[in-house]
């Protein structure tokens, strides 16, 4: 089963991932949560992160290369990757490049993932990947992402990430905060991931007359969160128990570790 999360960058879909994850595994389920990037963090105040940002390009460069001559699911992965961001083109062309390279690894992932027994949570899933492509791009419509999200791999449930917009604007300031200068070069800027909020508003419109299995959670607070990730593993259980899978395994998968 693949669990998906959207939300705005800074809504904390990473920390509830691993919380759902952790609740889970308590549970008797088998439950693992799919490798994310997370940005470089500077080290010190005289670190503007040369040495990461040529490190990531090189390390980039050699991991798309290694997944477009030995792809597991042949051109497939290649061309979808490809087609999605054509369809909705960031602005700027280091945004581009750092998408496409991150939907590509996330599809080798993806259908690991199809495969894999038990729970596989992405904190950053297809739905998220449109999400981010229309807010880098600045002018895609419903329209636009309801195309998007009609060609790309359904997870069994989509669960969407809300957070009050101010926690949110102190989140992402803080992260700036710590990220090295040269590593904000492949992030968007403050202005767009706010204005991120719009689109997966859009989106979750799309979503809950869809017809996919669908939720929306709120983790503003300790008492909120809990009651999130409990509404969302009743919902895992209830989806389990109606494909007959619903019994605990007593055993917990370690997490994916990406395509490296």
């Known amino acids: ?28 389920y088998r439950a693992e949560v799919a490798r994310s ?16 940002f040529v490190r990531r390009i090189v390390s980039a460069t050699f991991s798309t290369m290694k997944l477009i001559c030995f792809p597991r699911n042949g051109i497939e992965d ?10 909705i083109p960031p602005k700027k062309a280091i ?9 590509l690894k996330m599809s080798c992932v993806w ?9 596989v949570i992405f904190d950053e899933g297809y739905v998220q990947a449109i999400g981010s ?10 329209a636009a992402l309801a195309t998007a999200l009609n060609n790309v791999p359904v997870a069994d449930i989509t669960v969407r990430v809300v957070v009050p917009r101010p926690i949110v604007a102190t989140r992402l300031r803080q992260r700036m905060e710590r990220e090295p200068p040269a590593e904000r070069l492949f992030e968007a800027d403050f202005d767009v991931n706010m204005g991120s909020f719009g689109v997966f508003k ?24 809990m009651k999130s990730i409990q509404d969302v593993e009743r919902k895992i259980v209830a989806k389990l128990t109606e494909s007959g899978g619903g019994s605990p395994s007593g055993t917990s998968a370690r997490a994916m570790d990406g395509a490296n």
């Open 1 to 28: 089963m693949i669990i998906e999360l959207f939300g705005p960058p800074g809504s904390g879909k990473t920390t509830f991932a691993h919380a759902l994850a952790k609740r889970l595994c308590e549970n008797g």
């Open 37 to 52: 990037y997370q940005p470089a963090q500077r080290s010190g105040t005289l670190d503007f992160g040369v040495f990461l």
């Open 78 to 87: 290649l061309s979808k990757s490809l087609l999605m961001v054509r369809a």
């Open 95 to 103: 945004w581009r490049a750092r998408i496409w390279q991150h939907l």
């Open 111 to 119: 259908d690991q993932a199809k495969l894999a027994e038990g729970i």
């Open 133 to 142: 492509l229309a807010s880098l791009n600045g002018a895609a419509g419903k």
């Open 202 to 225: 859009k989106i979750s419109e799309l979503l809950s007359v869809s017809g996919r299995d669908f939720i929306s959670v709120g983790i503003s607070s300790g008492p909120t969160t």
